[in-house]
């Protein structure tokens, strides 16, 4: 028959043991039954008009309330502070991005999900369940979360969020949009899918274990049905850059180091004046905050691959072993850029050639199966942050009009978002200064009352 | 279709989960009591039973196999409904079975092989074990809800007939057009048909549906083998003449069992959902009505039968989880305002061909039934909060 007779009956004793201890590694609560002496009865068979008595409920939680166990390095990275975690913060090994469209017309029942999604982020940031728990809640209801992380460490786990432009065309929020918003100009090469472009808001998961990752986003769009709806998702592995002063850079799918002088979380300096935005940019919403820039970039794997070696590295401006600038020896060697072709990519991208400007980015390959020519649906999902999308990407993205690198790669999906500051504690939420009718409640207001 | 045809005893079966919780202390009452364990030694040949009489309320099933094929082991109401059951017990192996039952006759069945009849025990639950009381308000929900499914059997069987008269004159025309409608009381009360489990793959089963083995001329019946016949091969023979004549035959015999069924307020709750589960998998997608394309009109049953448990369960549900029932009420109408954009009048089935919808508009369609079916999964907890 069917497999979902496993709910009517008794689990063996055995896997009731495993989830048990699974379920301890999360902050087990002693006040919580144990999973074993739920199962006892929990998945009973038929009652013949039974309706529960309300009084065991709440003792049947499942209390997940404790701190997470310091197990293991990097456990959780803090949810609050100054900026949103994420962005400066060390890059993960994956990432599960999601951007949503709003449903909802009513401003209160939007804030009020953005209220649910950050405490929901809160929890999970922490490595705990959303809500309460995955199991030993009311047999009735499906559960709060949805429980594939269970047992898994925070995993590093960031969620940061992110506003669209098309936001601001809801709920009054016109006058609030930020001047440096701006929808990105056509590009030439791009071939923009529209169904993996745009969307009103978007968050960016990032973790160690790619399952942390996509229970986040699975929840928050669990939580979100009826307001919001994903629009686009974009799993990624492989990081191919770092804001951790390593000794290496990760390869992208090329093979090539790409973005070698990335901004690292500890160059106070660099971040402050490329990436957080200032009081003196405006609005006042924004302070401590960043603008996302996140492109889908296919790649033109196969015939990559086919390309002679000395073309690879001439098209890069690297070599393809250490990664090093042309003519020089390691790969954070200040580069000779006269020394690369007129159309290297190093060398159009660099911000010499930009007038100085320079992204924080946090790129992720992917690989979404093939494309029905057989050919690898892959590529690199880039994301970068800026203090101002026309001082950093656009003038980049414009030079890089001529790169050679354009024949292996196409522009298929593009976002922008206004990323707010971070959470600062456990009563503040995602986007709190946006919607608060009082400009003065600002988020730069509660910093200076905090410094 | 076969998950769902579980449904409602899938979802009785997590009441008694619910109510087993309650009573943690009486946990004892199965493992410390021997009078509530019933132990059944199957063999490729026999079901033998170590009692035939114990207590209602609490029971557990201990089974254990030691023939030489897989089997499963049901317990039954004495007319096969199902009260719970464990399949894929190995040769050798041991399970447990638990149930909450009421006062009366029941019935062990083995099924060695996993087959067939199986080799059946009468047991008997006796005296008055627990069993919570409730609301006396759900259980008029339930009388309602049982009312509906009856009306809407009844309502079905004339409107099959003209479809089935049709098929038999050969008039294709007028078969394609009384099709759709001959569909919508089956599908308002989905959850409920399908729990009697043997008369949904008769008549709603779909050609992806049969298994391995079971032949396509042969062993296909039902609405969607004709819808086959109407739109793909456009052409009705001898074999969809009899097809009609069982379509109705089968039907005849849900409009006689309907008013049986085990329907409970967390059943009724949990089928709500489940229709629009039903609405998510198989009829945004357009995989349902794949020939006629009248998925819309099924969607649209489906939302019906739906709102019928939520608008009977409501009055308690409101009292337990105000907040659910106004994001219910707006959810219900914002789908329903979607859907009438696909039909010329508010009180016409006759929809837009799915194939006409496109992609962005389904989007639309499957995210008001996200939003819908979401809260609706809550429903089953207020009711019996």
């Known amino acids: ?451 | 279709m076969r998950a769902v045809r579980l449904s409602v005893v899938t979802a009785a079966a997590t009441a008694a989960a619910l109510a087993a919780v309650t009573g943690c202390t009486e946990k004892s009452d199965a493992s410390g009591g021997d009078d509530r364990v019933v132990k059944v030694t199957a063999t490729d040949s026999k079901c033998e039973v170590s009692k035939t009489k114990f207590p209602a309320g609490h029971i557990q099933i201990d089974v254990e196999n030691k023939g030489s094929k897989v089997t499963e082991v049901y317990l039954l109401f004495p007319d096969d409904r199902i009260v719970t059951e464990r399949e894929n017990i190995g040769p050798g192996t041991k399970q447990k079975v638990t149930a909450e039952v009421k006062e009366g006759d029941y019935r062990i069945a083995c099924k060695p092989g996993m087959k067939g009849k199986g080799i059946r025990q009468d047991v008997t639950a006796t005296g008055s074990g627990k069993v919570a009381k409730r609301d006396p308000r759900l259980d008029a929900a339930v009388a309602s809800y049982r009312e509906y499914a009856q009306e809407q059997a009844d309502e079905t069987l004339p409107k099959a007939k003209v479809f089935a008269q049709a098929v038999k004159d050969g008039d294709i025309e007028a078969a394609k057009k009384a099709y759709a409608d001959s569909r919508i009381g089956w599908e308002r009360t989905e959850p409920v048909a399908e729990s009697f489990g043997d008369i949904d793959p008769k008549v709603d089963l779909r050609e992806d549906g049969l298994e391995e083995g079971q032949d396509l001329e042969k062993d296909w019946t039902g609405w969607h083998r004709l819808e086959r016949s109407l739109w793909q091969d456009k052409k009705l023979t001898d074999r969809d003449s009899e097809l009609a004549d069982q379509l109705i035959t089968d039907l005849t015999d849900w409009q006689k069992r309907v008013g049986k069924a085990e329907i409970t307020p967390t059943s009724m709750a949990n089928g709500a959902k489940e229709l629009l589960d039903e609405v998510a998998t198989g009829k945004v997608t357009g995989e349902e009505e794949r020939y006629s394309h009248t998925d819309l009109v099924d969607f649209k049953a489906n939302v019906e039968g739906a709102e019928k448990s939520y608008e009977l369960l409501k009055p308690v549900a409101s009292e337990n989880d105000a907040a659910l029932t106004k994001e219910l009420d707006t959810q219900f109408a914002a789908l329903n305002t979607l859907l009438d954009k696909y039909r010329e009048d508010k009180t016409s089935y006759v929809f837009t061909s799915y194939d006409k919808v496109g992609k962005a508009d389904r989007k639309e369609l499957s995210d008001a039934v996200n939003a819908l079916a979401e809260p609706l999964s809550k429903l089953a907890a207020a009711v019996v909060k």
């Open chain 1, 1 to 451: 028959m069917t497999d979902t007779t496993n709910t009517t009956n008794t689990t063996d004793t055995t896997s009731a043991g495993e989830g048990a201890e699974t379920g301890g590694t999360r902050g087990a609560d002693s006040r919580a039954p144990s999973r074993r002496s739920l199962i006892g009865w929990g998945g009973a068979g038929l009652a013949l008009g039974a309706a529960a008595a309300g009084g065991a409920v709440a003792m049947a939680r499942n209390g997940d309330d404790a701190e997470p166990t310091a197990a293991a390095s990097g456990a959780a990275i803090a949810f609050h502070g100054t900026n949103q975690a994420g962005i400066a913060t060390p890059v993960q090994d994956r990432l599960h991005f999601a951007a949503f469209d709003v449903k909802t017309t009513d401003r209160a029942a939007f804030v009020q999900l953005l209220k649910d999604w950050t405490e929901a982020a809160r929890r999970m940031t922490a490595g705990h369940a959303v809500g309460e728990g995955a199991y030993g809640g009311l047999a009735e209801a499906p559960p709060d979360d949805t429980g594939e992380a269970l047992g898994l460490k925070p995993s590093r786990l960031t969620l940061t969020i992110g506003f669209g432009p098309s936001l601001f065309d809801r709920f009054d929020l016109a006058d609030r949009r930020p001047e440096a918003l701006v929808e990105l100009p056509k590009f030439a090469g791009d071939n923009l899918d529209g169904n993996r472009s745009g969307g009103d808001l978007c968050v960016q998961a990032c973790a160690d274990d790619p399952q942390v990752a996509v229970h986040a986003i699975r929840n928050l769009a669990r939580i979100g049905f009826g307001k919001v709806v994903i629009r686009w998702s974009q799993l990624g592995f492989g990081k191919t850059s770092s804001t951790t002063p390593e000794a290496q850079t990760p390869r992208n799918l090329m093979g090539f180091k790409d973005g070698t002088r990335n901004i690292a979380g500890t160059e106070t300096d660099r971040l402050k004046k490329f990436v957080w935005v200032e009081e003196k940019d405006g609005p006042a919403w924004m302070v401590g905050g960043s603008y996302l820039v996140a492109r889908r970039i296919r790649m033109n794997i196969e015939t990559w691959d086919r390309t002679s070696l000395q073309e690879q590295e001439d098209i890069f401006g690297r070599d393809k072993g250490e990664g090093a600038p042309v003519g020089k020896a390691k790969e954070r060697d200040k580069p000779f850029l006269k020394a690369m072709k007129p159309d290297a990519h190093v060398r159009l991208a660099h911000p010499d050639t930009n007038a100085g400007a320079t992204l924080l980015r946090r790129g992720y390959s992917f690989t979404d199966g093939t494309d029905g020519l057989g050919r690898l649906d892959a590529g690199l999902f880039f994301l970068a942050y800026q203090r101002d999308v026309r001082k950093g990407f656009i003038p980049v993205q414009r030079s890089l009009a001529a790169d050679a690198l354009n024949e292996y790669i196409q522009h298929v999906g593009s976002a922008v978002f206004a990323v707010p500051p971070g959470v600062r504690d456990k009563d503040d939420w995602w986007g709190r200064a946006l919607f608060s009718k009082d400009s003065k409640v600002s988020q730069s207001s509660t910093n200076s009352k905090e410094a």
